[in-house]
C-alpha cells in the first residue's frame, strides 16, 4: 500500500514554455501532498505544502507564480512550472500523506525536468 | 538540510556492516526517518523510529536514536551491493514537514 506515482518521469521542454508534473497517490486518499526540488547530489529542498481544495504554502523564497500547485483531488496534485527557463531544470519529487497512512510521507518517483 | 548533518561518504566492503551516522537539531521531533534514494529515482522509506525510541530493529537494519545528543544511525548488516545509494536522514517538523540531510552516499565494493 501508500504507492505514490509521477508523470511524467522525464521531461524536455523549451525556454518560456510551461509543463505540468502529475502526483497521483494510487491506494490511499491523500489529504496533504509536498512537492520537493532535488539539485544534483544535494538533498531535497521542500517548496510547498498542498492540502485538497485550499491553497498550497509555499517554502520561502519559492515563486508562488512560478511553480502553480493545484490540489484539486485527494489523488491528484500537479505541479505546473510556468515560463521555465534552463535554472528550472531539476529533479522535482512529490509525497502525500493521509491521517490513515499515519502521516508518514509517501515519496514518488520523481519527475526529471530538462529546460533547453 | 542545515539543521540535519550527515557524513557524506561511505565505502564497504560488501558483506561488512555500514554504519550511517546523523545529527539532528530540532529536540522535539516526534519521529526519524532513514530513506533510499537509487540513481534516478525517489525516495524509499527504509525505517523510522518514534522519539521516545532507543533502538529499532527490522531485519538487516538497525536504527540507534541517543535522544540526549540528537544522534541517529543506521546499521545495515551484511551490506549487499543492492545496498548502494544515497541514505538521507530526515527529521519531522512541525505540520508534518520533514527536514532532510545532505544524503550519505554508500559504495559497496566487492
Known amino acids: 500500500g501508500a504507492v505514490v506515482s509521477q508523470h511524467p518521469s522525464r521531461v524536455i521542454c523549451k525556454s518560456g514554455t510551461s509543463v505540468k508534473i502529475e502526483c497521483r497517490s494510487l491506494?490511499?486518499?491523500?489529504?496533504?501532498m509536498f512537492w520537493y526540488r532535488q539539485f544534483p547530489k544535494q538533498s531535497l529542498m521542500l517548496m510547498a505544502t498542498?492540502?485538497?481544495?485550499?491553497?498550497?504554502?509555499?517554502e520561502q523564497g519559492v515563486e508562488k507564480d512560478k511553480f502553480l500547485i493545484n490540489h484539486a483531488s485527494l489523488t491528484l496534485s500537479t505541479l505546473t512550472v510556468t515560463s521555465a527557463h534552463p535554472e528550472d531544470s531539476s529533479f522535482y519529487i512529490c509525497?502525500?500523506?493521509?491521517?490513515?497512512?499515519?502521516?508518514?510521507?509517501?515519496f514518488g518517483p520523481g519527475t526529471r525536468l530538462t529546460v533547453t | 538540510g542545515e539543521d540535519v548533518e550527515q557524513s557524506l561518504f561511505l565505502s564497504v566492503r560488501e558483506g561488512d556492516s555500514s554504519v550511517i551516522n546523523c545529527t539532528y537539531t530540532?529536540?522535539?521531533?516526534?519521529?526519524l526517518y532513514w530513506y533510499k534514494q537509487e540513481p534516478g529515482a525517489g525516495l524509499q522509506l527504509l525505517t523510522y523510529?518514534?522519539?521516545?525510541?532507543d533502538m529499532k530493529q527490522d531485519q538487516r537494519l538497525t536504527v540507534l536514536l541517543n535522544k540526549k545528543d540528537k544522534h541517529l544511525s543506521l546499521r545495515i548488516a551484511d551490506t549487499q551491493t543492492g545496498d548502494s545509494a544515497i541514505y538521507f536522514c530526515a527529521e519531522s517538523l512541525d505540520d508534518y514537514k520533514l527536514s532532510f540531510g545532505a544524503g550519505t552516499t554508500v559504495t559497496v565494493r566487492a
Open positions: 523510529i518514534f522519539s521516545n525510541m
Open positions: 509525497s502525500a500523506s493521509s491521517p490513515r497512512q499515519d502521516n508518514q510521507q509517501y
Open positions: 530540532d529536540s522535539s521531533s516526534t519521529y
Open positions: 491506494d490511499f486518499q491523500a489529504t496533504t
Open positions: 498542498s492540502n485538497e481544495g485550499s491553497k498550497a504554502t509555499y
